[in-house]
C-alpha cells in the first residue's frame, strides 16, 4: 500500500512549456484533489474530482487541466507554464459518503518555471 | 467564503512545555476539521481529524477541541519535544464536501 504517489518530485521549467504533473492512490478513494502550496498564502484548491469522469474547479484553477479516466489517477496539466506557477503542488485523496472524511496527501512536486 | 486562522504564525519553546495553537474558522457549517503537520521540505501528515458532531479526539500527546458554534478549535501539545518542531496546519471541510481549506499554519520550534 502506497498511499498517495506523486511524480516528480522536482521540475524545472520555460515559460511556455507544457507538462503533466502525475498522481496516483491505491486506496480506492472516490476523491482525489490538486493543491498549491505558495509562502504567504498556504495551500489552495486548483481542482478536484469525485470520481472516474467528474472534474471541478477549485479556488485557483486558471491554467490548470484535469481529467479522470481512473479511480486511481488524478494528472494535473500546465497548459503553457507561467513563472506565476512556481510552487510546491500537493495531490489528496479520501473517500466519500463514510462519517470519516480524513485526507491523505502525496510528498509533493516542487515545480520552478524560469 | 469561510477564512480560517491560525494563532500564532511562530511560537518557539523550550522542551517539555505544554502548549496550546489556536484555529479558527467563519463559517460554523462545518463537516470537520483536520489537523496536519508539515515538515520542511515534505508532505502533509494528518494527525487529528474531529467531525463537526464531536467536541475533541486525542492521540497520544496531542489533544485537539472543536468548539462549532464559536468557530473554534485548539490543538494541545503536552510535554512538546525537539522532534514536534513542525508547521501544523488547521483545515476544514464544508458539508457534504471533502474540499479542505486551510489556514496558513503555526510553525513550531521546541529547543532542546
Known amino acids: 500500500n502506497a498511499g498517495v504517489t506523486q511524480t516528480p518530485k522536482f521540475q524545472v521549467l520555460k515559460t511556455g512549456q507544457s507538462m503533466t504533473l502525475q498522481c496516483a492512490q491505491d486506496m480506492n478513494h472516490e476523491y482525489m484533489s490538486w493543491y498549491r502550496q505558495d509562502p504567504g498564502m498556504g495551500l489552495r484548491l486548483i481542482h478536484y474530482s469525485v470520481g472516474a469522469g467528474i472534474t471541478d474547479q477549485g479556488e485557483v484553477p486558471n491554467g490548470y487541466n484535469v481529467s479522470r479516466s481512473t479511480t486511481e489517477d488524478f494528472p494535473l496539466r500546465l497548459l503553457s507554464a507561467a513563472p506565476s506557477q512556481t510552487s510546491v503542488y500537493f495531490c489528496?485523496?479520501?473517500?466519500?459518503?463514510?462519517?470519516?472524511?480524513?485526507?491523505?496527501f502525496g510528498p509533493g512536486t516542487r515545480l520552478t518555471v524560469t | 467564503k469561510q477564512e480560517v486562522t491560525q494563532i500564532p504564525a511562530a511560537l518557539s519553546v523550550p522542551e517539555g512545555e505544554n502548549l496550546v495553537l489556536n484555529c479558527s474558522f467563519t463559517?460554523?457549517?462545518?463537516?470537520?476539521l483536520q489537523w496536519f503537520r508539515q515538515d520542511p521540505g515534505k508532505g502533509l501528515t494528518s494527525l487529528l481529524l474531529?467531525?463537526?458532531?464531536?467536541r475533541e479526539q486525542t492521540s497520544g500527546r496531542l489533544n485537539a477541541s472543536l468548539d462549532k458554534s464559536s468557530g473554534r478549535s485548539t490543538l494541545y501539545i503536552a510535554a512538546s519535544q525537539p522532534g514536534d518542531s513542525a508547521t501544523y496546519l488547521c483545515?476544514?471541510?464544508?458539508?457534504?464536501?471533502?474540499?479542505?481549506?486551510f489556514g496558513k499554519g503555526t510553525m513550531l520550534l521546541v529547543s532542546p
Open positions: 463559517d460554523s457549517a462545518i463537516y470537520n
Open positions: 483545515a476544514v471541510t464544508r458539508s457534504g464536501y471533502s474540499t479542505l481549506t
Open positions: 474531529i467531525q463537526s458532531s464531536q
Open positions: 489528496a485523496s479520501s473517500y466519500i459518503g463514510l462519517a470519516d472524511y480524513e485526507q491523505y
